[in-house]
T-cell receptor
Framework: DAKTTQPTSMDCAEGRAANLPCNHS???????VYWYRQIHSQGPQYIIH???NNETNEMASLIITEDRKSSTLILPHATLRDTAVYYC?????????????FGQGTELSVKP | GAVVSQHPSRVICKSGTSVKIECRSL??????MFWYRQFPKKSLMLMAT?????????EQGVEKDKFLINHASLTLSTLTVTSAHPEDSSFYIC????????????FGSGTRLTVV
């Protein structure tokens, strides 16, 4: 079963920051948090991942709480093309296969 | 960046026939590949994990005789849906990683299977 909980849907105004929350209260110490997004009828696209520290790349920032029980994905300046389903995933321990188990995701709608 | 090619993107087959879906890692060696299926408006459901040169590990509830997975090389895994039924119609997606100690997971673009 997925180890994450996300809101079903969110709206964001174009040009504003989109903050997508995720709860993963049962995460283990060596399990990573991954974020992917999926645009309709395409394969998931990697966004970012992290373990303890906050991470930033050209797409987004990942803020992980100190207790690691939740995280937030930030898209700093959302565009219409960012409309997609965003999945927060806790990767299964690599000694047990390191697989990604998807939860239900958040459907983000960026509006003009 | 890492690229995973999935073929075909769409396929229609008749009930009772078998269909094969290919997943190729184009610019890296994929020690491990994963197969997912996705129903409309639903999330991805992991079907199985395949490691190059060994038998696939299926998730609970997935029929291994129905969904045959072969991972004979470090760049190719195939999923064969045998004796297809209309309820097998779905979106099938593969993912590849250089290995369990890697952090990178790249997904294919998916295959839309319709069984008529």
């Amino acid at each position: 079963d997925a180890k994450t909980t996300q809101p079903t849907s969110m709206d964001c105004a174009e040009g504003r920051a989109a903050n997508l929350p995720c709860n993963h209260s049962t995460i283990s110490g060596n399990e990573y948090v991954y974020w992917y997004r999926q645009i309709h009828s395409q394969g998931p696209q990697y966004i970012i991942h992290g373990l303890k520290n906050n991470e930033t790349n050209e797409m987004a920032s990942l803020i992980i709480t100190e207790d690691r029980k939740s995280s937030t994905l930030i898209l700093p300046h959302a565009t219409l093309r960012d409309t997609a389903v965003y999945y927060c995933i806790v990767r299964v321990d690599r000694n047990q296969g390191g697989k990604l188990i998807f939860g239900q995701g958040t459907e983000l709608s960026v509006k003009p | 960046g890492a690229v995973v090619s999935q073929h075909p993107s769409r396929v229609i087959c008749k009930s009772g026939t078998s269909v094969k879906i290919e997943c190729r890692s184009l610019d890296f060696q994929a020690t491990t590949m994963f197969w997912y299926r996705q129903f409309p408006k639903k999330s991805l459901m992991l079907m199985a994990t395949s490691n190059e040169g060994s038998k696939a590990t299926y998730e609970q509830g997935v029929e291994k005789d129905k969904f045959l997975i072969n991972h004979a090389s470090l760049t190719l895994s195939t999923l064969t849906v045998t004796s297809a039924h209309p309820e097998d119609s779905s979106f099938y997606i593969c993912s590849a990683t250089p290995g369990r100690f890697s952090y990178g997971y790249t997904f294919g673009s998916g295959t839309r299977l319709t069984v008529v």
